[in-house]
């Protein structure tokens, strides 16, 4: 299940991925010589009538478009070839392209990932309908943070730390990852608005799995909501917001991890993400698809993080370009884009040893 899940999920994304850059790469003119999910030996393939080399890799762990002028799947551009090719053989070279081709053929692929995301979720608004604004208190646990500051069932809460609020949703966001958090909570009581601290409870919550995860809790249930129905348009909005949202959490966890609110240990990889496709998939198609969307975000925000070698990185280069007027030293770029590879293995070492760590069978939860 695991695996199935992990290939259903990663497979489509990455494939997704690299259309998006080769589908616009095409639009400019510029050639692609290989086309691959996965990486490392190729298992199945062939090549197109325009030359591409399209295949499926022994490794599934990614997948990449080599453009013509590339000098590996990096996209590392080739300093002697860029010297030394003639201009007629320049034509739908990458490196010859107009910079801010460039720029969208690399930007295509998170956007890509954004948009699948994107689509999900205003599948799930136009398919349920969305939840009426609503941050009225339906109910306290015992011993939770808010009954001991005082709140009470019909209370609605309209700001936490001086943010507004309008749904029970924005509330979480503001709470989950701030566990022992003081945060001032603004709640409206027979037309009064009080506001008051209270700190936020630390719950190590395991679900059927066994996954543990560390959630910060103020102990408020929702009032019942209403559902209404909503059109294209206002579900692809209600889609964007709440992707924009997902970015959020992931910035804040991330930030958590420098500061050492976190520990590294919360960090996955592809181990991980088999684990979790797994369970998900057995879970059903609704909680799978939400998963698939969830995978789908991270994957542009990675790639979008200006690290050479990944689609930042190259996105950097072009910034900086774009300001100079003129490329970035071609020897100064091939050694950051080695560079950016040798922190990304070494990332993907690092995540695939606290994966092994976390497994039931090395003694993890």
């Known amino acids: 299940m695991y695996i199935v899940g992990f290939l259903l999920v990663l497979g489509p994304l990455v494939t997704l991925h690299e259309l998006g850059h080769y589908l616009v790469g095409r639009w400019f003119g510029v050639k692609a010589d290989a086309f691959s999910v996965g990486f490392g030996r190729e298992l199945a393939g062939f090549t197109d009538r325009r030359g591409t080399r399209w295949k499926l890799s022994a490794l599934p762990l990614g997948g990449y478009v080599q453009f013509k002028g590339d000098m590996n799947p990096a996209s590392i551009p080739d300093a002697e070839a860029r010297a030394t090719t003639p201009p007629a053989e320049r034509e739908g070279a990458f490196q010859f392209a107009p910079l801010w081709q460039r720029a969208l053929i690399v930007l295509a692929g998170p956007v890509m990932n954004i948009l699948v995301t994107v689509a999900i979720f205003a599948g799930f608004n136009l398919a349920y309908g969305k939840l009426e604004p609503n941050t009225v208190i339906g109910g306290l646990a015992e011993g939770s943070p808010a009954l001991a500051a005082g709140l009470e069932p019909g209370d609605r809460i309209v700001a936490i730390d001086g943010e507004g609020v309008l749904h029970f949703s924005d509330i979480a966001e503001r709470v989950m990852l701030y566990p022992g958090r003081t945060v001032r909570v603004t709640y409206q009581r027979d037309g009064a608005e009080t506001t008051i601290p209270v700190k936020i409870a630390t719950a190590i919550e395991t679900d059927r799995f066994g996954n543990e995860s560390r959630l910060g809790r103020l102990g408020i249930a929702a009032a019942r909501p209403d559902i209404v129905p ?68 991270n994957l542009a925000f990675i790639n979008l993080l200006p690290i050479p070698a990944l689609d930042g990185g190259h996105l950097a280069f072009y910034a900086a370009e774009a300001v100079r007027r003129k490329p970035v030293d071609p020897q100064k770029m091939e050694w950051a884009y080695r560079t950016g590879v040798g922190l990304v293995l070494v990332l993907m070492l690092f995540v695939t040893a606290n994966d092994l760590i976390s497994l039931p069978l090395l003694g993890g939860s």
């Open 230 to 297: 909503v059109g294209l348009f206002e579900a692809t909005t209600l889609a964007v917001d709440q992707s924009v949202g997902l970015v959020r959490m992931m910035v804040a966890g991330i930030a958590q991890i420098f500061t050492g609110e976190r520990s590294v240990r919360e960090l996955g990889g592809p181990l991980k993400i088999a684990k979790f496709s797994g369970e998900q998939l057995s879970l059903g198609p609704i909680a799978f698809v939400s998963f698939i969307a969830l995978i789908s975000i």
